[in-house]
């Protein structure tokens, strides 16, 4: 390849780039304002909130009998003493005559000075929707504090007991020192999403307009009529997207970095948890670690690009991209995530870790220089991934092949892509609040209408193909050995993803605790254990059977090889999970179902372990909270070892 040939490309790439509104608005003025916008002007609404709540007057009223009281609350400059006549108390507050009324019982004043062990009960009336009314009943409560202070204090006078006042001890803050510097708590805690949404808005207009829009211009064909090859070509595109994205991501950083100190001026030394301090070590690190990581995006965008007909087309198309690459950011508000051997090594991942790491001072040198050459190396893999793109003229040139042609051919690639993407969208909006809402019945719903029936009408309606060959319900290659067999393996399966959630609780030690929560959130401790397994156990066997090692698995090319469609398989049920925490595991046991589908010819022993592995889990995680003792482990290996070798007997 040539370098001014490139460079050529980049420039005539980017020059039109620049042009478009769309590319211009996220990659220069979105950028720059961000900074301020959330270190100046959020704030500087928050510190005008804060003077208004200090300075501002409060509507009050009491109902009962108390002179002191109604002394200690005249004294407060903050509360204005409404006398409410005959109107109702309620009623008062409810039309915002009082923002909020302290009502005391009958004989307030003797039950205080009576010795009774009984406590008189105070209720303040306040509005619960209105901000004003709210902060009025906190403040009546801090006056009642007060005024319980000045009780005890007289009770202990005319009891003659004197306290004398404790020795004032003042408390220093010590942290020690970082080499580069510690970003304030509020930019942790928002910067590493902000990054990777400026990262992945940099490149959808130029990538789309890099193909797509040359494509719809009809520019595409005298471009590569040129003396320039289609990888330099490539190459140029690929130079303009990385740099929109990256330039995107440098000017947010500068408008943080700048924001710290236009800030002073605005919080007027008030300490709301906003402040905003931004060291210039993070900053160049930040920087550094995200070139890498727009290359990748690019690239990303760029094959995302290629497959739509139009720019309206390609915008939907992003969304899942846009969704893979905030995947991890959960793992950045989990807090106590570092770098590690483990963590370093997974892309994409170990980047947004290590803008935590470098934010919070903590850096390690070694781990920080692991992670930024996985990257690279990632980074590389995904450009050779896409760099054929120019190649491929039906693509470039929107040549579509007929459906019949595709489909006599065995080619469903583009349906299961779109098959895919439907069932993550519905798994993303629908799942999440049937799931939410209904808990174990929004389970079920979950399974019946999100995994089975998409999968069974897009087979039986769009493709006209016999659900009986896709799904493949034939005697298994083995007959009852095979079905023996996988009964046998789900121990094994249940060992491995117990001892690899207990290397990941150690990882990521946040993992755990997000499972328990989750399992609380759905009340499933409370569920009879029969309708566990039917729902979390039995259902998700069968229905998720048909879809991945069904349909899925089914109708990927012929041309693939077994190896490439048990990987293939095994990430998309990883990926179908919408959890990083259990992508691994639960890629692991699809690709080990897919690897059982393959070999014994069958849907059959795929259910059985699906079942059998969710339905142990269940009855274990309900009798047995705690971890199983080491004899259990030590047999369930085993159990699955012996029904492996049986398994591959079987279907020799």
């Not at 420039?11 to 100046?40: C, H, N, Q, W």
């Not at 704030?43 to 009281?69: M, N, R």
Request: hydrophobic letters at 55%; a positive charge; aromatic letters at 10%.
């Amino acid at each position: 390849m040539r370098v001014d040939r490139i460079r050529l490309v980049f420039f005539k790439e980017l020059l039109e780039a620049l042009r478009d509104y769309r590319t211009v608005i996220p990659m220069v003025f979105l950028s720059l304002a961000l900074g301020p916008l959330l270190t100046i002007v959020w704030p500087g609404i928050a510190v005008s909130q804060a003077k208004g709540i200090v300075q501002d007057t409060y509507k009050v009223a009491i109902v009962g009998q108390d002179k002191d009281l109604r002394q200690l609350v005249l004294k407060e400059r903050e509360f204005k003493l409404i006398d409410l006549g005959s109107t109702p108390p309620q009623q008062a507050v409810d039309k915002g005559v009082v923002d909020a009324c302290l009502v005391l019982p009958a004989s307030f004043e003797g039950l205080l000075v009576s010795k009774i062990d009984d406590v008189p009960t105070v209720d303040i009336l306040y509005d619960g929707a209105k901000m004003k009314s709210n902060i009025a009943k906190f403040r009546l409560s801090h006056c009642m504090d007060k005024f319980n202070q000045s009780i005890l204090k007289k009770r202990m006078q005319s009891l003659g007991i004197t306290l004398e006042a404790p020795p004032l001890i003042e408390a220093r803050g010590v942290s020690p020192p970082t080499p580069f510097g510690v970003a304030s708590t509020f930019l942790q805690a928002m910067l590493t999403c902000v990054l990777m949404m400026m990262a992945l808005m940099g490149v959808i207009y130029p990538a789309l307009d890099a193909v797509t829009g040359e494509r719809e211009r009809q520019t595409l064909e005298p471009l590569l009529m040129t003396q320039a090859e289609r990888s330099e070509l490539f190459a140029g595109k690929l130079l303009t997207v990385s740099t929109t994205a990256y330039v995107s991501v440098v000017l947010t950083l500068l408008g943080f970095f700048a924001g710290q100190f236009l800030q002073r001026n605005v919080l007027h030394g008030l300490t709301l948890g906003l402040e905003a301090v931004f060291p210039w070590p993070c900053f160049l690190l930040t920087a550094i670690f995200m070139l890498p990581l727009c290359i990748t995006v690019a690239a990303s965008a760029l094959m995302f690009a290629s497959f739509a007909k139009t720019i309206q087309q390609g915008q939907g198309y992003f969304l899942p991209l846009m969704m893979l690459g905030l995947l991890p950011l959960p793992v950045a508000l989990l807090g106590d995530v570092h770098l590690n051997a483990a963590i370093s090594v997974v892309p994409f991942l170990n980047s947004v870790v290590a803008f935590n790491d470098i934010l919070s001072g903590y850096v390690s040198g070694l781990w920080l220089t692991v992670s930024f050459l996985v990257s690279l190396g990632f980074c590389c893999l995904i450009v050779q991934l896409a760099s054929p793109l120019l190649a491929r003229e039906d693509l470039l040139f929107d040549v579509q092949e007929a459906p019949e042609r595709r489909f006599a051919a065995g080619d469903y690639r583009r349906e299961l892509f779109f098959l895919s993407v439907v069932v993550f969208l519905l798994m993303f909006y629908l799942s999440q609040v049937l799931v939410y809402n209904y808990r174990l019945f929004g389970i079920a719903l979950t399974q019946i209408f999100v995994v089975l029936l998409p999968g069974l009408l897009f087979v039986h309606y769009w493709l006209r193909l016999p659900l009986g060959s896709v799904l493949n319900f034939s005697k298994p290659k083995g007959g009852l050995r095979t079905i023996i067999a996988a009964a046998l393996i789900s121990p094994l399966t249940i060992a491995a993803a117990s001892g690899f959630v207990y290397l990941q609780s150690k990882i990521l030690p946040g993992a755990e605790t997000l499972g328990k929560l989750m399992a609380k959130a759905l009340e499933m401790g409370n569920a009879p254990l029969l309708v566990l397994i039917l729902v979390v156990g039995v259902l998700p066997g069968i229905c998720e059977e048909v879809l991945f090692r069904g349909v899925i698995l089914s109708l990927l090319p012929r041309r693939f090889s077994q190896t490439k469609i048990i990987v293939i398989v095994g990430a998309i049920f990883g990926a179908f999970h919408l959890s990083l925490a259990r992508f691994l595991p639960t890629g692991a046991l699809g690709a080990l179902l897919a690897f059982i589908r393959i070999r014994a010819g069958s849907l059959w022993p795929c259910m059985l372990l699906h079942c059998l592995h969710n339905s142990l889990s269940v009855v274990l995680a309900t009798n047995m909270p705690g971890d199983p003792p080491g004899w259990m482990y030590a047999a369930a290996v085993s159990c699955g070892l012996l029904g492996l070798w049986l398994f591959m007997r079987a279907t020799d």
